[in-house]
């Protein structure tokens, strides 16, 4: 069964540093989505993205947050420079056309020190 | 705003123990609504929806009733399992491909042989 797949598992980076999270979404998939969840705290939305453009960000979102479809098969999110509360586990989701069910990925923890 | 209420865990069962989790949904007009499952180490995993009140979503031995006299969506089983012991997440969407989806905390559960 085809699955979100994400990379690394476990980022760990100094407060100030730019991180990339990589994601695979499902192949025939053409929405994407990036949620985070800060230790115990809910899964938040952080941003939607179709047809090479964001569609929805959330307030979370800001100016340090970015991301891109750089090839056919990845979907990446980058924070430009981490601040000690970006830490939290990040999940990459993916749906097809005419449906609202997304599919999940493992996450990535990203811990900022 | 829209926003997810879910039951505070963790819960502890012994198997074949009766499993209730409750969830609870504030949203204009007409969500759809999911519980998701995450297995230590796995994504979130898609485990029932329902798209209309009255509608009973069903998976793996899970139900859940789409109650919009109640804006409830608990989730039940009859007789749990040792394999069932993971994170349950209710969730709503406004029901558009690329619409977010609005989480609670996740309810950890923990069953015991």
Not at chain 1, 3 to 29: D, K
Not at chain 1, 68 to 78: A, H, Q, V
Not at chain 2, 67 to 88: C, I, M, N, P, W
Request: charged letters at 20%; glycine letters at 8%; a negative charge.
């Amino acid at each position: 069964e085809p699955e979100v797949t994400q990379t690394p598992s476990h980022q760990v980076t100094q407060m100030g540093q730019e991180v990339i999270l990589r994601c695979v979404p499902i192949s025939n998939h053409l929405y994407f989505y990036w949620y985070r969840q800060i230790l115990g705290q809910k899964v938040e939305f952080l941003v939607s993205f179709y047809n090479n453009e964001i569609s929805e960000k959330s307030e979370i979102f800001d100016d340090q947050f970015s991301v891109e479809r750089p090839d056919g098969s990845n979907f990446t999110l980058k924070i430009r420079s981490t601040k000690l509360e970006d830490s939290a586990m990040y999940f990459c989701a993916s749906t097809r056309r005419g449906t609202d069910e997304q599919y999940f990925g493992p996450g990535t923890r990203l811990t900022v020190t | 705003g829209d926003s997810v209420t879910q039951m505070e865990g963790p819960v502890t069962l012994s198997e074949e123990a009766f499993l209730t989790i409750n969830c609870t949904y504030t949203a204009t007009g007409y969500p759809s609504l999911f519980w998701y499952v995450q297995y230590p180490g796995e994504g979130l995993q898609l485990l029932l929806k329902a798209t209309k009140a009255d509608d009973k979503g069903s998976n793996k031995g899970f139900e859940a009733t789409y109650r919009k006299e109640t804006t409830s969506f608990h989730l039940e089983k009859g007789s749990v399992q040792v394999s069932d012991s993971a994170v349950y997440f209710c969730a709503l969407s406004k029901g558009s491909t690329l619409g977010r989806l609005y989480f609670g905390r996740g309810t950890q559960l923990t069953v015991w042989p």
